[in-house]
């Protein structure tokens, strides 16, 4: 159990920005890690994806050029930089790590994810 603890999250007014971050006490640097977020009444969807070294990133298409992911191995954080925020985003952000050390076919799928944090909120206003 890694132990990911997300914060960051609030309420924004649409076209805003916040940086969500995810940590944990322990070395994250053998994982790849997602962001993932799940409005109510729906599921839990794939934002953005990053492989152990940074090198390699995915976006869902509703995203892009708008949500940048990052990690710094070195303080066991990944970030999630989101800009222009739109009520569509509300949602609560959660962070995953993929229990293997290669990045999965599909890493903004939610069953490729074992650990996952509790959570933190985001809410855009129009």
């Known amino acids: 159990q890694l132990e990911l603890v997300e914060s960051g999250g609030g309420l924004v007014q649409s076209g805003g920005s916040l940086r969500l971050s995810c940590t944990s006490r322990?070395?994250?640097?053998?994982?790849?890690l997602g962001w993932f977020r799940q409005a109510p009444g729906k599921e839990r969807e794939g934002v953005s994806c990053i492989s152990q070294e940074g090198g390699s990133t995915t976006y869902r298409d509703d995203v892009k050029g708008r949500f940048t992911i990052s990690r710094d191995n070195a303080r066991r954080t990944v970030y999630l930089q989101m800009n222009n925020l739109t009520p569509e985003d509300t949602a609560v952000y959660y962070c995953?790590?993929?229990?293997?050390?290669?990045?999965?076919?599909?890493?903004?799928?939610?069953?490729?994810?074992?650990?996952w944090g509790q959570g933190t909120q985001v809410t855009v206003s129009s």
């Open positions: 995953g790590a993929v229990p293997r050390n290669f990045m999965p076919r599909n890493c903004l799928d939610t069953y490729e994810y074992e650990d």
């Open positions: 322990w070395s994250l640097d053998y994982y790849p």
